[in-house]
């Protein structure tokens, strides 16, 4: 079909042979896509060397002749002038029958582009880039190039089906130079005779440059070509997997298929041999990690910490904790406790402040207290009497207390003489709380409550307060009879200009019921609640002083060696004592008293632990004391930490639940003596607001201002064990 050409022709059987004998073995995929039949004629476009053209020279002889055409490895030839592209698929298309068939491979974009570009660049340095594009024999268009030109630009074709396949090819016995003498003879026909052989030698010598530039080009479909068949191969697999996977469902459903006869049915394929590997101890332990990755999460969260609070507790009890000590040995160091000595936690903390080397003074508030502390044993615990009920006597006792610490002292006599530091103030209130409805307890059992929990602490810590806040000056001269007193303030020197050795206020008090706030605790309650509000506000106007103030909050001890055992059981049955109250109270409280009275705390006690060891609070009274703890709150004891985060984030409805707290659905009816629409007559305010009256010793109006119409009356009597006073109605 290609037309005459004045080029000189290069043809030989046997050069193509040597040079190009793949060419043909190449067409397996084209000739597949052409599908020949018994009964087609196919039309061979370049399949010889124009001798068709020389005894048909007239193409329009050949219309409508063939069922189909098929073209290998010739159309880049022939579309190598422009001119005839157009006409050469206008050809094909006329010779074809309708719905005919045209098959055919060629060289695509990219093709032989390491050869091409070398052929180029050796021929046009002898005659220059314009003639050696003239030379190139070959035309190498990409797929819509293809698809414009058939389906636009000619007419009347429908590509079915069109792609550029990276071929990568190997030679051929005569290599290289055989293909460049027989494929690109062209190139060379543009190029002198006397230049020519060394055109030729200049493809294997070229100079470094011209090589570094083909190497790009030639980088550039090779790379292209190395992603594309990686993209080939995954695809490859996976339709293999694929295909695979649909044969073994195929035999499988025709295996199984009951209409098909036995003898045709495929067998079954063997089932797969089970390999048994022994698992080793390590892999198995792998194993489990990677199917519970949560839990070995949770499980190294929780072992870190407790590891970290090992080491830390670890270290904390190994550290050694000693006063500081005078040169010749003697005592120097002061602590008072502010606390009842009847009480197990003031004991255990004066004996431990006196074993660390501390001069340890117990405020006593009369002389029982007093003896208390000398049948203690302690040269160095000694008892500081402070009457808080008699301002003028408790000024005096500080007075004295104060002169003490100034005055010199001696560990031995005759020996030298040192000064007194005063370290710390710690205020122990009571521990101890009865456990009762708020309706069942009596007024003046809240005023002792309050005089003794909460007033008397109050006023323990006033009384120290001029001690705290002056500095301590030089003992009164002899001569001097303006000097009075041993405390002298020092008004030209700022608070932050004081000393070192500023004493330290610590404030106990317990935290597991204060920070729930169950229901039947609203003594403890209300009395740490208070405590912990007075607290804050001697922090805020004693720190612009310097003077730390830290907020102890004691959880459950083991108080075993101090509190007899029947003691403490006296004191839980007296906490529950049901059958005293009214009746009214034990039908509306007595069922959930019980039930939390039994329930995991109780009394501020924590059920079946026997709390801390008292060496954590000593060890952390002594490290606030130091500065080791700088914390403005201490938490310290079983259930102090926990509690308080329960009381901060859980709802007060879920822990009173957990502590066997239930609605009472049916409440006792009123009892009004069987009198009906009539209401009680309150004579006077302080009746009007529910205050019981006693009936002993009262006036005949009096004791008319309690009474109702039908002559009864609301008294307060004590109950039978002497402990407290129950509300009670008389009748008259």
């Given amino acids: 079909m290609a037309a005459a050409s004045n080029t000189k022709d290069h043809w030989s059987s046997e050069a193509y042979q040597n040079a190009a004998s793949f060419v043909p073995k190449l067409a397996t995929k084209i000739v597949q896509w052409l599908d ?27 219309k409508r002749a063939f069922t189909k055409a098929f073209s290998n490895a010739a159309l880049h030839w022939i579309l190598r002038s422009e001119e005839t592209r157009e006409a050469v698929f206008r050809g094909v298309r006329d010779s074809l029958v309708d719905n005919g068939t045209f098959a055919f491979e060629m060289g695509g974009l990219g093709n032989v582009a390491e050869m091409r570009a070398a052929l180029l660049g050796a021929v046009a340095r002898r005659v220059g880039i314009e003639k050696a594009r003239e030379a190139d024999p070959w035309f190498f268009p990409d797929e819509k190039w293809i698809t414009d030109m058939l389906e636009s630009k000619v007419g009347g074709w429908k590509v079915e089906k069109v792609e550029r396949e990276w071929r990568p090819t190997v030679a051929d016995k005569g290599g290289v130079e055989a293909w460049v003498k027989l494929m690109g003879a062209n190139f060379f026909d543009a190029v002198p005779e006397v230049k020519l052989e060394a055109t030729r030698e ?18 550039i479909p090779q790379e292209f070509r190395k992603y594309t068949d990686e993209v080939a191969s995954f695809v490859d697999k996976h339709v293999d997997q694929i295909a695979g996977a649909l044969r073994e469902v195929v035999r499988d459903t025709l295996a199984n298929a009951t209409w098909l006869p036995e003898q045709f049915r495929p067998a079954p394929p063997p089932p797969a041999p089970i390999i048994t590997v022994p698992v080793s101890f390590l892999e198995r332990i792998q194993n489990w990690v990677a199917r519970h990755k949560i839990l070995v999460g949770v499980i190294a969260v929780t072992s870190g910490y407790v590891a970290y609070r090992t080491y830390r507790s670890t270290a904390s009890w190994r550290k050694k904790r000693r006063a500081r000590r005078a040169r010749n040995g003697g005592r120097m160091e002061v602590v008072v406790i502010a606390g009842s000595p009847a009480l197990p936690l003031t004991r255990s903390l004066a004996l431990d402040m006196e074993r660390k080397g501390f001069i340890v003074f117990v405020v006593c508030n009369g002389h029982d207290d007093e003896t208390m502390v000398q049948n203690l044993s302690r040269p160095d ?79 323990t810590i006033q009384a120290f307060l001029p001690l705290l806040t002056a500095r301590l000056g030089p003992p009164p001269s002899a001569n001097t009879k303006e000097q009075t007193s041993s405390i002298t303030t020092n008004s030209s020197q700022s608070p932050t200009d004081l000393p070192s050795t500023t004493p330290k206020v610590l404030v106990f008090t317990p ?49 075993s060696g101090f509190t007899p055992a029947a003691q403490s059981r006296l004191l839980r049955e007296n906490n529950r004592n049901v059958d005293e109250w009214p009746d009214s109270a034990r039908h509306a409280y007595g069922k959930n008293y019980v039930s939390q009275s039994e329930s995991a705390i109780s009394a501020g006690r924590i059920r079946g632990l026997r709390g801390s060891s008292l060496k954590e609070l000593h060890n952390a009274v002594f490290d606030v004391i130091d500065g080791s703890i700088t ?41 009004g003596n069987g009198t009906t629409g009539k209401e009680l007559k309150l004579a006077s305010p302080r009746s009007r607001v529910g205050s019981p009256r006693s009936v002993s010793g009262s006036s005949s109006s009096s004791s008319s201002d309690a009474e109702v119409e039908d002559g009864g009356s609301f008294v307060t009597v004590p109950t039978a064990m002497g402990h407290a006073e129950a509300n009670v109605w008389k009748e008259s």
Avoid at 204 to 219: C, G, I, K, R, W
Avoid at 536 to 553: D, F
Wanted: some cysteine.
């Fill in 631 to 671: 914390s403005g709150t201490v938490r310290v004891g079983l259930g102090a930490s926990v509690y308080g985060f329960v009381g901060r984030w859980v709802p007060r409805g879920l822990v009173a639940w957990m502590m066997g707290i239930r609605r009472v659905d049916e409440l006792k009816e009123w009892q």
């Fill in 381 to 459: 615990i000694r008892p500081l009497t402070l009457d808080i009920t008699n301002p003028t006597a408790a000024g005096a006792s500080i007075d004295s207390f104060a002169r003490y610490l100034q005055a010199p002292h001696a560990a031995i006599p005759n020996g030298k003489r040192y000064h007194l530091q005063f370290k710390a103030v710690i205020l122990i209130p009571s521990l101890n709380y009865t456990t009762s409805p708020i309706a069942t307890i009596p007024p003046s059992s809240f005023a002792d409550l309050f005089n003794t929990h909460l007033l008397q602490p109050i006023l």
């Fill in 511 to 559: 935290s597991i019921i204060s920070s729930i706030n169950p229901p039947f605790h609203a003594p403890e309650a209300t009395v740490c609640s208070a405590l912990t509000a007075f607290t804050e506000v001697l922090t805020a106007e004693l720190r612009p002083l310097g003077i730390p103030v830290t907020h102890v909050q004691l959880g459950t001890f083991d108080f």
């Fill in 36 to 62: 020949p039949q018994p009964n087609d004629v196919v039309l061979d476009i370049g399949c010889g060397v124009l001798d068709a053209n020389k005894l048909h020279p007239v193409p329009t002889q050949y």
């Fill in 202 to 219: 200049q493809l294997p010598s070229m100079s470094a440059d011209d090589q570094a530039f083909l190497d790009v080009l030639a980088s």
